[in-house]
């Protein structure tokens, strides 16, 4: 019993921080019907600023998740009015192609800038393990995993209590109706793009204490993104944080079972098996509307 409460501790640990990393695509995809291709390096970006602020600047790594939500939302307002909303107005796949080339394109500057070496933060409680009843599981991945839930119930609360969150469920589920109500679709659309890049870069910065990370780890979590988006759909924290927690689960039995190098490898073949049981993809995640 001590194995499996271990086993399902972890996974539920790690399903909260996936839960946060895929909420941005949950978002972007429910309320402006678009795949944030960058999506994986504003997770990276948000790991390298967590780097820099503790390696570099000597400063605690607080600081760099507080710094992580602004810059986040405000390269992702930028992006939307620059790019993605231009694209959009020629068509959806415009949107995605523009997204793609500037994918490219930030992570060509990125390998330059900080080069594809693997790095590792190491915190003040990174070595250290945490016991309850009997489960012992590492400090660094409870308290990364206690951060992600605190942002995930205010963003839980954002959409389910204001205003504002009123206003991003109308948009995603009758975008025509809303329209005509009055809700100024391209404020809106603007605010959730930033708020699903800073997410991003929020996650980013509590990943940093846990996994090693890369330019080129990006890829792995776009990837991880989809899985949460196929798994729980576009239906908000909610929805998201099922996502989550399933892939968090699922890794957390892989790890049990499988090497280490095979556990990726089985995560991305579910991916894809996944988008083909689906049918439709992650289009047809997007009709469990926010």
């Known amino acids: 019993m001590t194995a499996v ?3 399902v501790t972890v996974g539920v640990l790690l399903g909260m921080i996936y839960t946060l990393v895929g909420l941005g695509m949950t978002l972007s995809l429910g309320v402006l019907g678009i795949l944030n291709l960058t999506h994986g390096l504003a997770v990276v970006g948000g790991s390298i600023l ?3 602020v503790v390696r570099t600047w000597g400063l605690p790594v607080g600081v760099a998740l507080a710094l992580s939500i602004p810059l986040g939302f405000g390269a992702g307002v930028v992006m939307h ?3 993605v909303r231009r694209a959009q107005r020629v068509s959806p796949e415009s949107g995605l192609l523009v997204l793609f ?3 490219l394109l930030l992570q060509a500057i990125a390998v330059q800038v900080w080069r594809s070496d693997t790095r590792t933060l190491s915190l003040s409680f990174s070595e250290h393990l945490s016991s309850f009843a009997g489960v ?3 400090t660094d991945y409870a308290v990364a995993a206690a951060a992600a839930a605190g942002l995930l119930l205010v963003m839980w609360a954002v959409i389910r209590f204001t205003m504002f969150g009123r206003a991003v469920q109308a948009l995603s589920q009758q975008p025509d109706a809303a329209r005509i109500l009055g809700v100024n679709a391209d404020r809106y659309t603007t605010v959730v793009f930033g708020i699903s890049m800073a997410l991003a870069t929020s996650s980013g910065v509590l990943l940093a204490g846990v996994f090693p990370f890369s330019v080129q780890t990006q890829t792995q979590w776009l990837a991880y993104a989809f899985i949460v988006v196929l798994v729980g ?3 908000g924290v909610v929805n998201a944080a099922a996502g989550g ?3 968090g689960m699922g890794q957390a039995v892989l790890n049990e079972l499988l090497p280490l190098t095979w556990v990726s ?3 991305y073949g579910l991916l894809v098996l996944a988008m083909v049981a689906r049918g439709g993809g992650l289009s047809a995640a997007k009709e469990r509307a926010l």
Do not use: N, P
């Open 50 to 52: 967590a780097f820099e």
């Open 101 to 103: 080339g500037a994918m």
């Open 265 to 267: 490898v089985v995560v």
């Open 233 to 235: 759909g576009t239906g």
């Open 81 to 83: 009015v620059g790019l």
């Open 136 to 138: 012992t599981v590492r």
């Open 245 to 247: 927690l399933a892939l």
């Open 5 to 7: 409460a271990q086993v």
